[in-house]
C-alpha cells in the first residue's frame, strides 16, 4: 500500500508541474505581446507631426498691430506639401502688412510663418485653422491641424469718434509788448532796404539786355501747413459727403507739418508711434492730446469706416489750426534778458 501512495503522489507531482511551466510560457509570450504594441503605438504617436497657431496677444484694440505665428513640426525625411488656407485671416477686417514666408529660419525640424496684421473693426473674431499636408519618409500622406484662435479687438480707451471733442481750450494769447513789436518793424525796414536796392539795381541794369534770375523761395513748414489748411477748408469736402477724404488730408497736413519742422518721421509712423516720439520731444500735454484725438479719429473714419457727427467736423480743422499755430517757430529778439526771448518751440 506505501508503495501504491508514493506512486501515485510522484505522479500527480509531475503533471502540476509541467501545467505550471506551460502557464509560465503563456504568461511570458503575452506579456512581450503587450510590450511589443505599446512601444509600436508610443513612436507612432511620436512621430506624428505637430501643427501650432498662437497670437502674441488675444485682446488688443483698433489700430494695434499684432502677429500671427504658424509653425507645424515635423521629423526627419518629412516635408510639408500644402497648407490650407494661406491666409487664414479675413481681409475684410484686418489689414496685412506683411503676410511673411513659410521657411525654416531656426534650421530646426520646423516650418514656420508669421503674419503681421492690424485690426480696423471691433469684435470677437476666430482664426480658422491651418491644415498642412505632410508627406512623410516612407512616402506615406498625412495631416495636421493647428488649433482655432481667440482675437477680441475693443474700441480705442477714451476715444469716442461719434462726439465733439470737449475740455480742450484755444491757446491763451499775452498782450503785445515793444519786445514783441521789434521784430516786425525791423522786418519791415529790411523789407524796404530790400525793395530799394532792387531799385536801384533795376535801374542801374535796365538797359542792359540780361535774363532775369528766377530764385526759387521756400516757405517755413507753417506757413505751408496754414496755406494748405485754408486751402482744405475752401474744398468744403465734408460737406459735399467726402468725409472720408476730408479726414485723410487733414491728417496728412498735420504729419507733413510735424516731418518738416521738428524732423521725424511723422507721416511714415502709426498714431501711437507718432504719439510716443511727441511724449519724448516733451510737447505740452494739450497739443499731444488735441493730436491723439485728432489722429485717431482720422484713423477710425480712413480705415474702420466710422462716420463722426456732422457738428464735430470744424472743430478738428479748428484744432489743428491751433496746433500749427502753437508750435511753429517764435522769433528770437536778440539784446534783451534771456528770460524774455521768446524761443523757438523743441
Request: hydrophobic share 45%; proline share 5%.
Amino acid at each position: 500500500m506505501k508503495i501504491i501512495k508514493k506512486l501515485i503522489v510522484n505522479n500527480l507531482y509531475r503533471k502540476t508541474n509541467r501545467i505550471s511551466i506551460l502557464n509560465l510560457r503563456q504568461i511570458a509570450l503575452f506579456l512581450f505581446f503587450i510590450f511589443f504594441k505599446t512601444v509600436v503605438f508610443a513612436q507612432h504617436i511620436n512621430t506624428e507631426p505637430k501643427a501650432y497657431a498662437t497670437l502674441d496677444t488675444n485682446m488688443m484694440l483698433i489700430g494695434d498691430k499684432g502677429t500671427l505665428h504658424l509653425s507645424v513640426e515635423l521629423n526627419g525625411g518629412e516635408r510639408v506639401v500644402q497648407a490650407t488656407p494661406d491666409m487664414p485671416l479675413d481681409t475684410a477686417h484686418f489689414e496685412i502688412p506683411n503676410a511673411g514666408k513659410w521657411g525654416n529660419p531656426s534650421r530646426a525640424l520646423k516650418w514656420e510663418r508669421d503674419i503681421a496684421f492690424v485690426a480696423w473693426d471691433s469684435g470677437l473674431y476666430r482664426i480658422e485653422p491651418v491644415v498642412f499636408t505632410i508627406q512623410m519618409a516612407n512616402g506615406e500622406t498625412r495631416q495636421a491641424q493647428t488649433p482655432p484662435v481667440l482675437l477680441t479687438v475693443n474700441n480705442p480707451i477714451g476715444i469716442d469718434a461719434m462726439a465733439a471733442p470737449v475740455g480742450i481750450k484755444d491757446i491763451e494769447r499775452e498782450e503785445l509788448t515793444a519786445e514783441d513789436i521789434l521784430p516786425y518793424v525791423l522786418g519791415v525796414v529790411l523789407i524796404g532796404g530790400i525793395a530799394f536796392l532792387a531799385w536801384f539795381f533795376y535801374k542801374k541794369w535796365k538797359n542792359r539786355d540780361l535774363k532775369p534770375v528766377v530764385q526759387t523761395v521756400v516757405q517755413p513748414p507753417h506757413i505751408i501747413a496754414e496755406r494748405l489748411l485754408q486751402e482744405l477748408k475752401a474744398k468744403q469736402l465734408w460737406q459735399k459727403g467726402n468725409v472720408k477724404e476730408y479726414y485723410s488730408e487733414l491728417s496728412h497736413i498735420l504729419r507733413g507739418y510735424f516731418e518738416d519742422q521738428f524732423t521725424m518721421p511723422a507721416l511714415e509712423s502709426t498714431t501711437n508711434e507718432l504719439i510716443t516720439i511727441l511724449e519724448k520731444r516733451d510737447f505740452e500735454e494739450a497739443i499731444i492730446t488735441q493730436m491723439r484725438h485728432l489722429l485717431k479719429t482720422a484713423d477710425l473714419v480712413k480705415f474702420a469706416k466710422v462716420e463722426p457727427a456732422t457738428d464735430v467736423h470744424d472743430g478738428f480743422w479748428h484744432d489743428a489750426a491751433v496746433i500749427v499755430e502753437a508750435t511753429k517757430p517764435k522769433p528770437v529778439v536778440e539784446g534783451v534778458d534771456n528770460q524774455n526771448i521768446v524761443k523757438e518751440n523743441a
